[in-house]
């Protein structure tokens, strides 16, 4: 059964050692506790934070090919509970913890405890207010008479009178601008002793975009008072930066005993922040701090373990009201005028008055192909996706795979980069190049085969080439685009930032980046962390980014496509802001809309049980 499991890859050799560890068995055969370990170690590689015992198909546990017949694991009347319970490594103390039908490694066990317990502690801190002061400035920020509630106005009134608060949303629902109208509100609520506030990102680029947009949005702000304006900051860093790493160590210099200084920690892309991050994040809190979310529930989950943004916002549904409690809707009532606040159901989720649902895309309006397919994926609508993408909406291309469409898709790639080409070879600035760069991105599911980055980034070079636009016999030819994939502390480099090479006044080639002031930085090839050629991008890579045309390529069923999930296939669509270019097979597409990925965790049980 071992063999069949290794084989097929379903386990490595290291999970079986520590599975033999645990349950102190030296060698085959082993019991069905040894092999529930394994089941476990399994959920753990695909980022599950536990093993639902209830998710479990226990005729094939493995998800073995069943081309082959499946060996039985476990006995029929296999009783996984007592089982596990009779282990030695099973109890409070032990690597293995239990908690209902859930598993766990003592570890993120350790973690989602943290995030329960800190969650709620700053949920129900008393928050000393001017009410009527706050009504004031809620009024003088969104002074809009419309008969519907303002979801702006309501998260930015349950940011305010909380210590903890989760702002989620679709792209272009305002998540940045209601921030930004926040933080006026509190500094002028606060305006003897303005607050620290700390903006961050998971990623240096978003944590660069976040700076924009904060500033963009403080140009929206007439009518506030130039003190107020003034303590509103504008530079956001990454979280790595703000919590401090100590170099060769996972530990942060930040922690319970020397927390961070701030009143008010403000994360972005809150999606993409893995349990462990955030664990240390929340750690890392002073008692005092507030600790704001924003982000999109919907968007991919984190590269590692978890799914927090998703399990925070799991009452969180499309087209319905939220489950405040009645104190909570009589409080936004008095705060944000009368209307109906709450679907009348009452929820046992302790954090239910503490997350807004901004549903509203102010980017994308009715007529919107982006928004509507945004839509469509994301409430499961394969019928309604496919006939926007033959609707020939304005702002959506598609392209199935027929004959020929490889060909095709390079040329119009190349074409699309040919731009910011020309602009290099005219000497334009490098904000230029960066600029007419950043309009168009190829994104794509897979990293390998014909699908995957390597073979387009490959080919889109071979065509420019070939078109006498990029010279490739130079290893770090001009023009070529970069993205960094590992942070770099010194150089003030980050996972995700992109360069472009460009000749210095020598004519040497040097990678050239947009710092957030809108200043270039250029550093000479050798001495770059490690990156990928960018002219195709994955789409996890790209979370965070937003592109005007973009362009997705997804593989047919046959080629990967079937390891496509919805929220990969959302991510993709909403990186577009005025354009996107889909190429696909409808099939592919219809199994990725009805292939949700939920990773398993505790968080929203264990917050409706305290
Ligand atoms: N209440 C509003 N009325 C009019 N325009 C708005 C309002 N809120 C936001 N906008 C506009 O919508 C656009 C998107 O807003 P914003 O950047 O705040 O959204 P977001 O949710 O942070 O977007 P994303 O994270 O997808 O970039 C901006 O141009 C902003 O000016």
């Not at 063999?3 to 349950?23: F, G, I, P, S, Y």
């Not at 593989?555 to 190429?583: D, W």
Request: aromatic letters at 8%; glycine letters at 6%.
């Amino acid at each position: 059964m071992l063999e069949v499991l290794l084989e097929q890859r379903k386990v490595r050799t290291v999970d079986v050692e520590l599975a033999a560890l645990l349950v102190d068995e030296q060698q085959p055969p082993y019991s069905e506790g040894f092999y529930i370990i394994l089941l476990l170690l399994k959920a753990m590689h695909e980022q599950h934070t536990c093993l639902d015992l209830h998710s479990v198909n226990w005729d094939n546990p493995f998800e073995l090919d069943t081309r082959a017949p499946v060996p039985a694991f476990f006995a029929p009347d296999f009783d996984a509970l007592g089982c596990l319970n009779a282990l030695p490594c099973t109890g409070a103390e032990k690597p293995l913890r239990i908690h209902g039908q859930r598993v766990y490694l003592a570890r993120y066990d350790g973690y989602e405890a943290q995030l329960t317990a800190r969650f709620l502690q700053l949920a129900k801190q008393p928050l000393e207010l001017d009410l009527p002061a706050l009504k004031a400035l809620l009024a003088h920020y969104f002074n809009n008479q419309n008969s519907e509630p303002d979801w702006q106005k309501v998260a930015c009134a349950l940011a305010a009178t909380s210590k903890f608060c989760v702002i989620t949303g679709g792209p272009g629902t305002g998540k940045t601008t209601t921030v930004t109208r926040l933080l006026a509100i509190l500094q002028s609520l606060y305006a003897q002793a303005p607050l620290h506030i700390e903006l961050v990102a998971p990623t240096g680029k978003a944590a660069a975009r976040l700076s924009e947009s904060i500033q963009g949005a403080k140009g929206g702000l007439a009518e506030t008072d130039q003190a107020v304006l003034e303590s509103i900051p504008e530079q956001a860093q990454t979280l790595h930066r703000l919590l401090g790493t100590v170099p060769m160590s996972n530990h942060f210099r930040h922690h319970r005993g020397n927390p961070v200084h701030a009143d008010l920690v403000i994360v972005d892309e809150a999606s993409m922040v893995d349990i462990s991050l955030m664990s240390k994040l929340v750690d890392a809190l002073a008692p005092h701090t507030r600790l704001i979310l924003l982000g999109d529930k919907d968007q991919l989950s984190s590269v590692d373990t978890g799914n927090i943004m998703a399990d925070i916002c799991s009452e969180c549904t499309l087209g319905q009201l939220p489950h405040y409690s009645n104190q909570r809707a009589e409080q936004l009532g008095y705060l944000c005028g009368e209307h109906s606040y709450h679907s009348g159901q009452q929820s046992p989720y302790a954090l239910t008055d503490h997350v807004a649902f901004l549903q509203h895309s102010y980017r994308f309006d009715g007529d919107s192909g982006i928004g509507q397919l945004a839509y469509a994926i994301n409430t499961a609508d394969s019928k309604k996706a496919r006939y926007l993408l033959q609707s020939r909406a304005s702002d959506i291309s598609y392209y199935p795979l027929d004959e020929g469409f490889y060909s095709a898709l390079i040329a119009r790639c190349a074409e699309q980069y040919s731009h910011y080409l020309a602009l290099i070879a005219v000497g334009a600035t490098p904000a230029q190049v960066h600029d007419a760069f950043a309009r168009f991105q190829l994104l794509a599911a897979l990293r390998e085969g014909p699908f995957g980055v390597h073979a387009l980034n490959q080919r889109i070079e071979h065509h420019l080439a070939q078109q006498g636009k990029i010279n490739v016999q130079q290893r770090f030819y001009i023009g070529m685009p970069l993205m960094i994939t590992q942070n770099d502390y010194q150089l003030n480099l980050f996972n995700g930032d992109i360069g472009i090479i460009m000749a210095d006044d020598n004519g040497e080639p040097q990678a050239v980046f947009m710092g957030a002031q809108g200043e270039a930085r250029a550093f000479y090839p050798g001495r770059l962390p490690q990156f990928d050629k960018v002219f195709a991008m994955t789409i996890h890579k790209s979370q965070g980014s937003e592109f005007a045309h973009t362009a997705m390529v997804l593989p047919p069923l046959h080629r990967g496509g079937q390891g496509l999930n919805r929220q990969l296939v959302y991510t993709g669509v909403t990186r577009a802001k005025a354009h996107i270019e889909l190429i696909c097979d409808a099939r592919t597409l219809a199994h990725a809309i009805a292939t949700p990925v939920r990773r398993a965790s505790g968080l929203y049980q264990r917050l409706c049980e305290c």
